[in-house]
């Protein structure tokens, strides 16, 4: 059950999507949740149908005092790394919120200060409190769209299905087309036994 006792009405939740992908941004959301709130769907996004997240999206913005999402796109990934551009999107989100917070929770266990603003990094956040499982969602429902807009110009990746991540037909498909402009240049797209 997540928790929904809030520390003020100001405290946002934060979290990404695509760590893990080796094509496409990473993509974070920040949400501020008022304190009366109540969702019994709500949860990890990880653990949720895509029908529940897409359900949950509108009534997470509707509901919510504010929200942002932004990407960080493959160039600055590859030269930032994976981990800072995660923590990039995060921070770039949190700016977009017209409310300022008063306080931050951040899924995982890295982050970095943020306008002085006092934070706490949760492992398993996203299953544990409510606005960061709320940001969970919008991070992935946000990067979802955005991975469908690109399998159209690229249907070979079949980037609607995998959205970006290290699948079998994924890599097989780098082998065959090579990478594009939107593949994670610093990743490891090709499995030990697919090295041409």
């Known amino acids: ?10 405290e946002t939740g934060t979290d990404e999507a695509g760590r893990g ?5 990473v993509t974070a959301a920040a949400i501020i949740l008022p304190s009366t709130f109540e969702n019994s769907i709500l949860n990890d996004s990880k653990l949720l ?13 509707n509901e919510s005092v504010c929200y942002g999402i932004a990407h ?9 790394n994976i981990l800072n551009a995660s923590i990039l999107a995060m921070h770039k989100a949190i700016d977009l919120l017209s409310t ?19 934070y706490s990094c949760i492992i398993k956040g996203d299953s544990k409190y409510t606005s960061i499982a709320a940001a969970s969602v919008l991070a992935k ?16 990746y079949n980037w609607k299905k995998n959205k970006g991540y290290p699948t079998k037909e994924h890599r097989a498909a780098i082998k065959k087309y090579g990478p594009t402009k939107y593949h994670r240049m610093s990743f490891k797209l090709l499995a030990d036994n697919q090295s041409s």
């Open 72 to 80: 960080v796109y493959p160039d600055t990934i590859d030269d930032i």
């Open 49 to 61: 149908s895509e029908k529940k997240r897409t359900l949950l999206e509108p009534l997470l913005k």
């Open 21 to 25: 992908c080796l094509a496409g941004p």
């Open 1 to 10: 059950m997540l928790k929904k006792k809030y520390k003020n009405f100001n």
């Open 141 to 156: 429902t946000a990067r979802d769209a955005y991975m469908l807009q690109l399998h159209s110009e690229y249907p070979m």
């Open 100 to 118: 300022i917070p008063s306080y931050i929770i951040v899924d995982g266990n890295r982050f970095k200060p943020y306008n002085d603003i006092p």
